[in-house]
């Protein structure tokens, strides 16, 4: 079992930046892959970044490519999403997701992830 919680969500005006943190427990070793997808208003779950905790290997979806940054600090077990030059259409709820994962592409699709946070709102205004 992997728990997670999200926090650092807020308002932040275009250009700004935003910092999200992630705190897992539990199994944090092996093949854990760790990631953040997003949900805007009337849209799908979308992927925007993911890693591997044991390697540190990244993958980021090309919309936030540049801008955000995915990171881990293994002695608080948490992890971090980094975002920069935020646009209103970064606005959605933003989920911490684990799972038992080979690579971390595997990371790409919402479905069959085990793990799930509660979310976290970024609120970009136009």
């Known amino acids: 079992q992997v728990q997670l919680v999200e926090s650092g969500g807020g308002l932040v005006q275009a250009g700004g930046s935003l910092r999200l943190s992630c705190a897992a427990s539990?199994?944090?070793?092996?093949?854990?892959?760790m990631g953040w997808f997003r949900q805007a208003p009337g849209k799908e779950r979308e992927f925007v970044a993911a890693?591997?905790?044991?390697?540190?290997?990244?993958l980021y979806a090309d919309s936030v490519k540049g801008r955000f940054t995915i990171s881990r600090d293994n002695a608080k077990n948490t992890v971090y999403l980094q975002m920069n030059s935020l646009i209103p259409e970064d606005t959605a709820v933003y989920y911490c997701a684990a799972d038992f994962r080979s690579t971390v592409q595997a990371m790409r699709v919402p479905a069959g992830i085990k793990y799930w946070g509660k979310g976290t709102l970024v609120t970009v205004p136009s």
């Open positions: 890693l591997m905790w044991s390697r540190g290997s990244t």
């Open positions: 539990g199994r944090t070793f092996g093949s854990l892959a």
